[in-house]
Nanobody, 124 residues
Framework: QLQLVESGGGLVQPGGSLRLSCAASGITVRNYAIGWFRQAPGKEREGVSE????????NYADSVKGRFTISRDNAKKTVYLQMNSLKPEDTAIYYC?????????????????WGQGTQVTVSS
């Protein structure tokens, strides 16, 4: 059974950094594109970044370009989201999601499997 488990969230000051991890089990992870999404209180879930099966192709939301970096280690079945220069508006629950095959253009509807999320709070 496919399972995605996020970790690495927490409280950080503005300008700080966090690295989120998404550990996958129950799938051949190299066959799945992985995305990171977030949902702030009172807002819809939005796409943050996604990475192709091989890691060659990535997409980022405009709001995080130049600050966040997605990467994957298929041997460890783990996808990472390095978040630098964090802002209060980055505060949200962050979810990773998986879909077999190609990237989905950061569409929440395009991903089939979801983790439970990890809280990121950016505050002084």
């Amino acid at each position: 059974q496919l399972q995605l488990v996020e970790s690495g969230g927490g409280l950080v000051q503005p300008g700080g950094s966090l690295r989120l991890s998404c550990a996958a089990s129950g799938i051949t992870v190299r066959n799945y594109a992985i995305g990171w999404f977030r949902q702030a209180p009172g807002k819809e879930r939005e796409g943050v970044s996604e990475i192709s099966t091989s890691g060659t192709n990535t997409n980022y939301a405009d709001s995080v370009k130049g600050r966040f970096t997605i990467s994957r280690d298929n041997a460890k079945k783990t996808v990472y989201l390095q978040m630098n220069s964090l802002k209060p508006e980055d505060t949200a629950i962050y979810y990773c999601a998986a879909v077999r095959g190609l990237l989905r253009g950061l569409s929440t509807n395009g991903y089939d499997y979801w983790g439970q999320g990890t809280q990121v709070t950016v505050s002084s």
